[in-house]
């Protein structure tokens, strides 16, 4: 998988995480049994309780997500990436955004269709100080 090919991949999940719709597309991008691993709880296990996550995310805040710095290991059906980002959240009831320096790790595998899936995905803050 050529370096392109992965950045595309990365968009299109980054693409739909902006652009929430009725069906939560995000958890779309998952396996049915992958893992979303966020900060401060415990693994959420199965595209089910990873949709029910961006729902209660989404559902009071506008979320945005900037990436810097992707890496990509290609090791054949599946894919590590990893980098930095900015989370900006702001809440839909007012008041100033929360703006976060992040990173991640996500482990992508392609499907016996050729469907790149979210097979595990964790992220969490950069500690300033």
């Known amino acids: 998988m050529s370096q392109a090919d992965l950045e595309a991949v990365h968009r299109r999940h980054l693409d739909s995480i902006h652009a929430i719709n009725a069906q939560w597309a995000p958890a779309g ?34 979320v945005r997500l900037e990436p810097s710095d992707p890496e990509y290991i290609d090791c054949g059906d599946v894919v ?23 990173k991640w790790l996500a482990v992508w595998r392609r499907g016996p269709d050729g469907t790149w899936r979210l097979l595990k995905d964790m992220f969490n803050s950069i500690a300033s100080g």
């Open 29 to 62: 991008f998952f396996e049915p049994e992958g893992t979303l691993l966020s900060p401060g709880l415990p693994p959420i296990k199965g595209r089910q309780a990873i949709q029910a996550w961006f729902e209660t995310m989404f559902e009071d805040n506008v």
């Open 80 to 102: 590590i990436e990893s980098g930095l980002f900015t989370f900006t959240r702001t809440p839909k009831s007012g008041g100033p955004p929360v703006v976060d320096k992040s």
